[in-house]
Structures are given as C-alpha cells and as structure tokens.
C-alpha cells in the first residue's frame, strides 16, 4: 500500500459521483428488442473561487478527482494543500473549487487565456504555460521487463467493467510492475488520466517507478500528463503521434504502444527493456 501523510491538508469533497451507465432499449440485427447498457455523458464546468475554467464532457463517476486531476495536470494548482473544497452541483452541472489565500491559481491571467486545442477525442484543450513548463521535466529511467508487460496486459484486461457493458469509453490505468494500482474510465481518455492524477494527489501516490497505461493513443497530450505526475513509462494499446514521440524524447519517457496480448512495440526507451521472454 502507498504511504499517506494524515497530517497532509487535504480538501473538503461531496461524494457526488453518477452512475457510469444507463438502462435503454435497443433493437439487434434479428430484429428482436434487447435491454442494454450505454456510458453516460453529461456536462461539467469547472469553477475555481468562482471563475469558469473548462466544460468537461464525462460519465460523471468521479467527478472531483477528475477536477482536482484537470487543476494539476494543467499547472493551474502546484499543491493540493491550495485547495480548500471541490462540491459537485449536477443541478447547475458545476464542480466549484474554492482554493486557500494565496494559492495563485488565478494569478495567471495571460497563461488562462491562452488555449491549445489537442488532437484527443472530444477535443482536449491545454494551457500553454503546460506546454512551456514540460521541457523543464526529466524523467529518471527504469528497467523493464518483457514479461511484466505481458502480465500486465493480461491483469488490465480484467479491469474494463464499464467497457465489457457499454462501450463507448476510454480506460486509463496506473500500474506498478503487474499490479494495477487505479483503472478509471470515461468518454474521454483525458478525463481518465486526469482522475487518476486527482487520486494520485489525494492517496499521495508517487508516480515515481510506475507505469501509466491508456486505451486511447498516445498523443502529446498524454505525454505531457504522464511527464506531469511523474510517471517514466506510457503503455498503449493504440498507436503514437509525432509530436508524442517528439516530447517523450525530449524528457526521457518510454513510450510502449500497439500493445495487445504478446505484441508491442518500443517507440522511445528500448534500452530500458529487459527482453526475458522472447522466444
């Protein structure tokens, strides 16, 4: 289990979270109506002390890790110690965050108003003092064996509850070695990632030696999340842009992606491989 500081400042949160899922009627190609499940999507604007920041798209599960994981993740909050509370309002489709004096997350007048669209689904949006910030991130390298890949592949495979039922979402991961520490799942694999930074931020996980698996591609958007929390090793299923490999080698991240029973391949990083089960 990770170590978690009690004495950390740590905020006051509502437990608002929705149902991932809902019931609905649909007709299959016989003809013959079924009772099936569809992924949720609703909308979240993400208010800090009272200032509109973003409107997230998600199944709305867990929806103040994902705010607490979009502030850190963009830079906008260095320490969760600067957040007072996260309440979620689904009547006014709001999760408003109040920080503490002095936290100076709405300091940054020029740097709020100046988005980048992404290539991620459901077009993610990053500030570009992330951007900026990125290029002063090195990552430590850390072995990795063919095998544990393998084995966790198959351990992730049993993780995907809301995909198996209704599709339509992404599942994103923080694993050490073949132990799957988080799996969270959404529409979009932003918001998964971001709602594992939040926990990682809350539990006071390191992502120092851990692996960061995603079901969606590995954009530069991804990278520079895994580079924000630490994270030295991305595992995909899907493919890799230009641009995130061009980041992964600029800060020193493995980049492992296509991977699916016993294949992958190693973008960035093959050095750090231990190949212990080749045949």
């Keep these: 289990m990770p170590f978690v500081d009690t004495k950390r400042k740590t905020p006051e949160m509502s437990q608002a979270g929705l149902s ?10 016989n003809g013959q109506q079924r009772t099936v499940e569809i992924a949720g999507e609703a909308p979240l604007t993400l208010k800090v002390d009272n200032r509109e920041i973003v409107t997230l798209m998600t199944l709305g599960n867990q929806p103040e890790a994902l705010a607490i994981g979009y502030l850190r993740n963009q830079k906008l909050i260095q320490d969760i110690a600067d957040i007072r509370s996260v309440q979620v309002d689904w009547e006014r489709e709001t999760v408003f965050v109040e920080t503490r004096e002095g936290s100076g997350v709405l300091d940054r007048e020029r740097e ?30 850390i ?57 990682m931020w809350l539990d006071d996980i390191p992502g120092e030696g851990t692996i960061f698996y995603t079901t969606g591609r590995l954009t530069s958007e991804m990278v520079m999340k895994a580079g924000q929390m630490g994270i030295p090793v991305l ?25 699916k029973g016993r294949h992958f391949l190693v973008y960035n990083g093959a050095e750090h491989m231990r190949w212990d089960a080749t045949v």
Excluded: K, W
Aim: hydrophobic fraction near 40%; include cysteine; glycine fraction near 10%.
């Design 112 to 141: 709020l108003g100046r988005r980048i669209v992404t290539t991620g689904c459901g077009q993610g949006t990053i500030f570009s003092c992330t951007l900026n910030d990125l290029y002063d991130i090195q990552l430590p390298s």
């Design 20 to 29: 991932p899922t809902h019931t609905v009627t649909a007709t299959d190609e």
């Design 235 to 259: 595992l995909s299923r899907s493919g890799i842009t230009h641009m995130g490999l061009e980041l992964a080698q600029a800060i020193n991240l493995t980049l492992i992606a296509r991977a």
């Design 143 to 199: 072995p990795i064996q063919q095998s544990v890949i393998y084995e966790l592949l198959a351990a992730l495979s049993r993780h995907n509850q809301i995909y198996r039922s209704a599709g339509a979402v992404h599942g994103c991961a923080l694993c050490r070695g073949s132990d799957v520490l988080l799996f969270v799942e959404d529409v979009g694999r932003h918001n998964a990632a971001d709602a594992i930074a939040g926990h």
